[in-house]
């Protein structure tokens, strides 16, 4: 046997029933260096294995997330399980306590070997088999109601193309109305520059220390202290960012998919450790799409259906122009303010009209008429609303547009448009209202040509605002955060967008939601009746919330123009 002196600096004493080969991974001259996925089956050795239940925490770990997989898959009537990250068997025994037909699957035959024998130790006997997820459908057989991927395992897989492969398989064996469960570590908090794990939900145990030894965007590379016996392992995985997972999971064809952090719908102020992305295979058509927004558009669906807020900002807003406008003076009327800020946006757009325009969260269309009277060019307005979009189209029959102006039910984050169909995406105070805005981003960026362009405003945060201070702003809006001027920047230059410009006008926010809330006191009684009370009452105190954030520096408006 080798002695505790013997070992590299990577292991440490106190572990004299192992062999070197047990104890001692293997990463190279170059550790950061080490991207292949691969090497996991390397990384997992006997020596590591053994007291990866340590980290794990098994009663910790139960505590903290209570029922919440028993209770998603119960709720969709699974009955057939497949765990594709058995790991030592945590999740897999869990699954068989409550009763569910399981297949435990992993890549590490170590791994499994400790699971199959912590499955005997609490009663139950594993049905474990090998398989590579890239090849999984050769390796296992059957289909199932759910496939669980839990334990940030999806990180290892260092190549895109390993990624889709492996989400393809799953999809692949999952019924017609099955789900995927995935979850990651919140590695958006790490590679932006923070990371305080609470030790709290999924790795509970309080023997071990896991931090990030070296980080870039395309490596992870995690210590894991045993403080027992003052062990040491690594892990080498792949950051991988939230926005990005739930894109490559639509992409395969999951259409429904709702993340949780840290077992919470909603999570306010408090960054999660961890994502949970549950994805259900159900083919959905376009009309039954809506059931699948998210919690933030259903939130502003719901009230911009409202017949309250349909007769305010038809009536009090103005009805054809609803969104933040242009101020020539504090006390302009709305109209030509907002008709102003249509104008400004399409001066420099170079819109001719072979402009094909895609005007998302168009309201009542007064954008997107204009822009097909002045240009005629054709103009297809996007808009979650099914009132706001019947006003659209009426008045667009109106104003003999219909051969210019097309409107269309849905949301950003998953938009009913085909590639590549549009030049030059337009939205004017729209964005906001989508609790995913890097999806929003990415959306954009699928349904626009090469060389197209991105027009728009959107009311937000300004760059280091104090996020507690706009928390009645938030909390109106059921948000967790608002966009920003750096954030709309960054996320459009990881799609390839390189022209960026932002107009700043800040000061025309406060005295748009000043004027507005100058009209509404004036017209309070005109609609008494018309509106509730409730409703109004909300409202103004919206509105005065929106010119307070304004006035302390808190809020940032203007004119986005972003190219490729």
């Known amino acids: 046997m080798t002695t505790a002196a013997d070992r590299s600096p990577d292991t440490a004493a106190g572990l004299e029933d192992y062999t070197e080969a047990d104890v001692h991974q293997e990463f190279g001259e170059n550790p ?43 709720s969709r009537g699974v009955e057939k399980v497949l765990d594709v990250a058995t790991g030592t068997g945590y999740n897999s025994v869990q699954l068989l306590k409550a009763g569910f037909e399981t297949v435990s699957a992993d890549g590490s035959a170590e791994m499994l070997a400790r699971a199959f024998a912590n499955g005997r130790e609490h009663g139950h006997v594993l049905r474990v088999v090998q398989a590579d997820w890239r090849w999984l459908n050769r390796d296992v057989h ?35 109305d099955g789900v995927l469960i995935l979850d990651q570590r919140n590695y958006d908090q790490i590679l932006d520059g923070e990371f305080s794990s609470k030790h709290k939900y999924y790795y509970s145990g309080d023997t071990v220390t896991a931090e990030p030894e070296y980080l870039d965007d395309g490596l992870a590379r995690f210590r894991y202290t045993f403080h027992d016996d003052g062990s040491v392992y690594h892990l080498n995985m792949f950051p991988l960012r939230k926005d990005y997972v739930r894109r490559l999971m639509r992409e395969v064809g999951f259409q429904k998919i ?84 249509v104008e400004r946006m399409a001066e420099t757009a170079g819109i001719t009209a072979d402009t094909r325009i895609l005007d998302m969260g168009a309201g009542y269309g ?9 240009y005629g060019c054709k103009v297809t307005c996007l808009n979650l609303s099914e009132v706001e979009n019947e006003r659209n189209r009426e008045k667009t029959r109106e104003q003999g547009l219909d ?32 609790g995913e805005r890097s999806t929003v981003v990415e959306e ?30 938030l909390a109106r809006l059921s948000l967790d955060t608002l966009g920003s ?57 919206g509105l005065r919330n929106w010119v307070n954030g304004g006035k302390s520096g808190q809020l940032s408006w203007g004119i986005f123009r972003i190219k490729r």
């Not at 990180?155 to 895109?160: D, I, K, Q, S, V």
């Not at 807003?317 to 020539?328: A, M, Q, R, T």
């Not at 007064?366 to 002045?374: D, M, N, P, S, V």
């Not at 960026?445 to 605002?465: E, I, S, W, Y």
């Open 142 to 176: 059957g289909e199932y109601d759910a496939i669980i991927c839990l334990g940030n395992s999806f990180t290892h897989l260092f190549a895109e193309r390993d990624r889709r492969k492996a989400l393809a398989e799953f999809y692949a064996m999952l019924s017609h």
């Open 366 to 374: 007064g954008a997107a008429r204009h822009l097909a009277k002045k």
């Open 32 to 74: 950061n260096e080490v991207r292949d996925t691969n090497h996991y089956k390397d990384e997992y050795i006997k020596g590591f294995v053994d007291k990866w239940d340590d980290y794990i925490g098994w009663e910790g770990r139960a505590a903290s997330e209570g029922s919440f997989f028993i209770d998603q898959l119960r």
């Open 258 to 341: 709702d993340t949780y952090g840290d077992f919470q719908e909603t999570y306010g102020n408090d960054t999660p450790d961890y994502w949970i992305h549950v994805a259900e295979k159900t083919y959905r058509t376009d009309e039954e799409l809506t059931d699948s927004y998210s919690t933030a558009v259903h939130t502003a669906r719901d009230y911009y259906n409202s017949t309250d807020a349909d007769t305010f900002y038809h009536e009090v807003w103005g009805g054809e122009d609803i969104h933040v406008g242009l101020y020539n003076s504090p006390d302009e009327p709305i109209a030509p303010a907002s008709a102003r800020t």
């Open 485 to 541: 001027p750096g954030f709309y920047k960054s996320e459009f230059a990881k799609h390839g967008f390189t022209d960026y410009a932002f107009e700043d006008h800040t000061d025309q926010l406060t005295t748009h939601y000043g004027r507005v809330l100058s009209e509404l006191e004036k017209a309070e009684k005109a609609f008494s009746g018309k509106i509730s009370e409730e409703y109004i009452s909300n409202m103004k105190t």
């Open 444 to 473: 954009i960026t699928r349904v626009l040509v090469p060389g197209g362009q991105v027009v728009f405003t959107d009311p937000m945060a300004a760059d280091g605002a104090d996020t507690a201070q706009l928390s009645p702003i």
């Open 403 to 434: 051969d210019l102006v097309d409107v269309v039910d849905g949301s950003f984050e998953a938009m009913p448009i085909q590639d590549n169909a549009y030049d030059l995406v337009w939205s004017q105070d729209a964005f906001l209202h989508s």
